[in-house]
């Protein structure tokens, strides 16, 4: 599959290679971090700082960063927020969103006892994809039990159950999780279409590669900062300082600097793996993640099961799912990470409407154009007064 | 919540304290919507209803210091004195010329260190030089001042040379210097704008929400704040019978700026002005239009006498300094609190939506 010409042309990009991301469905994420770990193994990213309890939930990492290219958040909802962000995404569909591309059929949903296998797509159902097989069945479960109190079941969806044991007597989704839920969602870098930090970069060191993603060169880029601003994300940063040092025989002998210090100064982020991309390779995140809730693929098949996962939500009733970075439209020109959301964007920590900044650009120029005639102008206008002054 | 059926023998629990507050800011407490105990004053505007991951930010400030302020301030004042240096070649004003030259180089310089050294690794400085690359006004501006600095070098040295009675060691160069003279202070004279103006464009071009609210304007205010830095700068150090037009420009620069704030400010989503009026960088700015309504009036009324004019120099210099670090510092704040990123977003996003426009929202449903 090529790239969608409408990425090639406003990127000209320009590759015999299909682009790839991610599809984040944090639907079925269970907080296990298993990303955020893999990720720091495989790159051999610095530790961030001093261990310390951030007391926000279980999310001890704080955000994304130069030594944290995936990001675990957990949010814990009440009910009040849960019917908030269900009427949120209701909202949405009544505002006529666009359809990014034709609304798939969804699959009829298995009638096991899975909670959310059945609503994952086709292929993930079967084996590890089943991450909420715990112990709350549905209608089953005691009115004040359900997902979240149930330790080892993270289960932030908490599912609409199977067709039988979902409904009501009125008929209606009886949802497992009335009263509590725990969002949890990996974040990563977003490796937009218009990348504000790819474009702001004075010297290079970023670039996109034949897999459409953004990437920095380690021996080009200076630290001038400038990218870490660009990005409407806040993901991209400048690493300062923080030690890798990989664990060693006691008494052995001190590594050398260069393994202790990795990249020290320089802007770093996730490059999507582009080591292991070359090679064929799973992303390490992906790879590690046990429900399947990170996905990595061709960007179009990501889309592709994004649009049908929501959809399938949709139908259960759980109206507060909604995709994040699909519109090719939006101010970055979609993303090629893609999340389901299961609220507003800024409850994850996501800006709502990001725009890439060098969109204005056009426009600053031309008014710095007309600051610097006007300046031009005044510094003739005073000689030529001056002498009257 | 229960964990299992014998818990419904405990007694009721306290609510659960929410942990995602609403209108959640650095330093807000308990006492900052009511006035509390009375000792505060009672917010008469409401706060604009938000939400946020646990109150952090969501983008971030670039890793700049005080080192970027101060160059941006520099900046301006090399790029002003370049063009008073240039009028006062054209028109034969010989000391304005002289000082304007060394004035140029000197703050170009300054910053040049400055900028290099708030680099990650300042020993791949050079490394702006690899590419030019329009869409980065980091880029556009390190070739700028590159050039700027060669031409505004070569006409400083001939000042140099012409100070010292032309015992600078320069052999068979110094013809091919005075022959440059002319063609340099052109050079550093027409560059010297868009060296000033360039510092807004990088500020705007960014994602932090105060800098780039302010992307359509900043340009005028940084252009002003140079014309009336380096015409302070001329009337501290040059004879007032050479100043006259510096002080047309100090006080232009004055009315400019001031004019430029505010149709900057009223143009700014509300929320994203706030940390320019707040705060330490609220006071700056506070301080840096009274310095320069007090700098621009000396210099109008009294730019004549030589006291005068030369304190009036000094505070419209410390004026465009303190606008500089006003507006750097407000946008780092601006990054601290999600409020300045989550709310002008939402405003934005809403405005559109009841224009009709729904087919460029990030967040869809298919």
Redesign the interface.
């Known amino acids: 599959m090529t790239p969608t010409s409408a990425f090639a042309d406003d990127t000209h990009w320009d590759h015999p290679h299909p682009r790839r991301g991610f599809f984040t469905d944090t639907s079925i994420c269970i907080g296990c971090k298993a990303c955020e770990v893999a990720c720091k193994e495989w790159n051999r990213n610095p530790v961030d700082s001093d261990y310390e309890i951030l007391g926000s939930s279980y999310d001890n990492t704080g955000g994304l960063g130069a030594d944290t290219w995936r990001h675990v958040a957990f949010i814990e909802q009440t009910q009040d927020r849960i019917e908030e962000a269900r009427e949120s995404g209701r909202a949405l569909v009544n505002l006529g969103m666009p359809r990014v591309g034709p609304p798939q059929a969804a699959s009829t949903p298995a009638a096991g006892g899975c909670a959310c296998g059945s609503a994952a797509p086709a292929d993930d159902a079967a084996g590890s994809g089943c991450a909420c097989a715990g112990p709350s069945s549905a209608t089953t479960a005691p009115a004040a039990g359900g997902c979240g109190s149930t330790g080892g079941c993270g289960c932030s969806s908490g599912g609409a159950g199977g067709a039988s044991a979902g409904t009501g007597e009125d008929g209606s989704p009886v949802l497992d999780t009335p009263d509590f839920r725990w969002l949890m969602s990996s974040d990563v870098c977003k490796h937009c279409t218009h990348a504000g930090c790819l474009d702001v970069c004075p010297t290079g060191a970023l670039f996109r590669t034949e897999f459409g993603t953004v990437v920095v060169q380690e021996d080009i880029c200076n630290g001038c900062g400038t990218c870490v601003a660009g990005c409407p994300f806040g993901v991209i940063e400048r690493r300062d300082d923080g030690l890798v040092e990989p664990k060693t025989q006691r008494g052995a002998a001190p590594m050398p600097d260069t393994v202790k210090v990795p990249q020290d100064g320089i802007a770093q982020k996730c490059t999507l793996c582009y080591d292991r991309m070359k090679e064929d390779q799973t992303p390490a995140c992906a790879q590690a993640c046990p429900t399947t809730s990170i996905k990595y693929g061709e960007r179009e098949t990501m889309l592709e099961s994004a649009q049908q996962r929501v959809a399938q939500l949709h139908e259960q009733g759980r109206t507060e799912a909604r995709l994040y970075g699909a519109n090719p439209k939006d101010g970055v020109g979609g993303t090629g990470s893609i999340f389901l959301l299961l609220d507003e964007p800024e409850v994850y920590g996501l800006p709502p409407d990001p725009r890439v900044p060098t969109a204005d650009l056009p426009r600053m120029y031309k008014r710095a154009g007309m600051a610097v005639a006007g300046m031009l102008a005044l510094g003739v206008a005073a000689f030529a007064a001056g002498d009257r002054a | ?3 299992s ?1 014998y ?1 419904s023998y405990r007694p009721p629990e306290e609510p ?1 304290r ?3 507050r609403k209108n959640r800011t650095p330093g807000g407490g308990a006492f900052r919507r009511g006035g509390g105990d009375g000792s505060r004053e009672v917010a008469m505007v409401p706060e604009p209803e ?5 109150g ?9 210091d005080s080192k970027i302020a101060a160059y941006l301030f520099l900046g301006g004042l090399a790029g ?1 004195s370049s ?2 240096a ?2 006062g070649h ?2 034969g004003r010989d000391v304005l010329r002289r000082n304007g030259r060394l004035g140029a180089l000197g703050a170009a310089g300054l910053g040049t260190i400055a900028l290099v050294a ?5 020993e ?2 050079l ?2 030089m ?2 030019f ?1 329009p ?5 556009l ?2 070739w700028l001042l590159a050039v700027f600095a060669t031409n505004a070098g070569v006409a400083a040295a001939v000042e140099v040379d012409r100070m010292t009675g032309e015992r600078l060691p320069l052999g068979p160069l110094r013809p091919v210097l005075r022959v440059m003279e002319t063609p340099t202070s052109v050079g550093a ?2 560059l010297g ?2 060296l ?3 510092t ?3 500020l ?5 929400p105060t ?2 609210e302010m ?3 900043l ?2 205010v ?2 002003s704040s ?2 009336l830095a380096s015409g302070g700068l001329a009337l501290l150090t040059t004879p007032v019978a050479e100043t ?6 100090a006080v ?2 004055v009315a ?1 700026e001031l004019a430029a704030m505010r149709v900057m400010k009223r143009a700014m989503d509300p929320v994203a002005a706030e940390p320019l009026e707040q705060g330490r960088p609220g006071t700056w700015l506070e301080w840096s239009e009274r310095l320069s309504i007090a700098g621009g009036l000396g210099a109008l009324l009294g ?1 004549r006498r030589r006291w005068v004019a030369a304190a009036s120099g000094a505070a419209l210099m410390a004026s465009s300094a303190l606008t500089r670090f006003g507006v750097f510092w407000a946008g780092k704040e601006s990054v601290k609190d ?1 409020k300045y ?2 709310v002008p ?2 405003n ?2 809403n405005k559109r ?1 009841a224009q009709g426009i ?9």
Do not use: C, E, N
């Open positions: 919540m229960s964990l059926p818990d659960r929410t942990r995602r938000f939400t946020s991951y646990y952090r930010p969501i983008v971030k400030a670039p890793p700049w002003g063009v008073l240039l009028g054209l028109t708030d680099l990650g690794r300042p791949r400085f490394h702006m690899r590419t690359k869409t980065s006004p980091m880029s501006g390190s004279g027409v704008a868009p000033a103006a360039y807004a464009v990088l705007g071009d960014t994602s932090v800098w780039h992307h359509g304007h340009p005028f940084f252009v140079a014309s006259g037009p510096a002080r047309v420009f232009a620069g400019g730019g999600p990123t989550v977003q939402r934005r996003l939506r729904t087919d460029d929202s990030i967040t869809t449903v298919a």
